[in-house]
């Protein structure tokens, strides 16, 4: 599910990579209020992960908090992957992502969290624009909360780009334009692009969390990697047709078929599903 949640982190998989609830604290940063765009603090958002006729886990989204960072708002993001536990017999998944973005969307820290019966491993990756540098690191984390690092690597950067939690976010932002982007995004070490083929076309979707159709606009595109659940290849997204951009439900093609998620929950100031006429 790491890079499910890439496109779903970000629609929905993020998606790759890892993170935790750590905060990086500046000398200059100050708590603001925020800006009026897709990035709403305390929004949390939960989907249901189905392949076939099996419910096979979860993706909960948080925005925690935001900052002014060297004269920029940072936003602090969080994503939660679990695996249906009556399924534990086939694979036990328990992933946490942590990103940190701008109010254009593009990462600059990104921390991801993957527990198991023999511990926590850890990936972090620091995107320093000016420098045109990403600063990566794998290792685990101890029980004391301490990171040990076993792997560092600096690896050169030409533009911004996109973990894959912040890619879930940078799709909200711009699905209400007319275009196609291969959005540069990073896994580990790797450099890929995200192929997203914004459309902005209106639709309807029906889900069991909401009683009518939803008012809904489309998107499609096509992601460079293999994530969780075998997330390969093309995906379909169905945003909330409203400043909102929660997205709705969406497909992914897996190496055996296609995962579909959908939303079951949500937390969002002044937010409901908008209905379809």
């Known amino acids: 599910m790491k890079k499910l949640v890439s496109f779903v982190c970000w629609m929905l998989c993020c ?9 990086q604290n500046d000398a200059a940063s100050a708590v603001v209020s925020e800006p009026q765009h897709v990035l709403q603090v305390g ?10 006729f099996f419910n096979i886990g979860t993706i909960r989204f948080q925005v925690s908090g ?8 940072v936003y602090f993001v969080n994503a939660y992957i679990d695996s249906n536990p009556s399924l534990s017999w086939l694979k036990e998944l ?8 701008d109010e254009h969307v593009f990462s600059y820290y990104w921390l991801g969290e993957d527990s198991s019966s023999s511990g926590i491993k850890y990936t972090r990756m ?5 420098n045109q540098k990403m600063y990566y690191e794998f290792g685990k984390k101890l029980s004391n909360g301490e ?18 939690l912040s890619l879930f976010f940078y799709a909200r ?11 540069p995004t990073y896994m580990d070490t790797v450099g890929l692009t995200t192929e997203i083929n ?16 939803v008012n809904v606009v489309y998107l499609d595109g096509r992601a460079d990697f293999t994530g969780i659940f075998g997330l390969t290849g093309g995906f379909e997204g169905w945003f909330s047709n409203d400043d909102a951009r929660i997205p709705i439900t969406a497909k992914l093609k897996v190496i055996l078929g296609s995962v579909r998620v959908e939303l079951t929950k949500w937390k969002r100031n002044a937010w409901t599903p908008p209905q379809a006429r």
């Open 15 to 23: 998606v790759y990579g890892f993170a935790e609830s750590h905060q």
């Open 198 to 213: 914004f459309q902005n076309t209106g639709e309807k979707k029906e889900i069991d969390a909401v009683k009518n159709p």
């Open 147 to 164: 990171f040990r690092p076993e792997k560092k690597k600096t690896v050169p950067l030409s533009s911004h780009c996109q973990d894959g």
């Open 173 to 183: 932002e711009y699905v209400h334009q007319q275009k196609s982007e291969n959005v």
């Open 126 to 130: 620091k995107f320093d624009y000016e």
């Open 43 to 52: 929004e949390e958002i939960e989907y249901s992960v189905h392949y076939a």
């Open 94 to 101: 328990h992933v946490k992502f942590h990103s940190q973005m």
């Open 66 to 73: 935001m900052e002014v960072r060297n004269g920029r708002n």
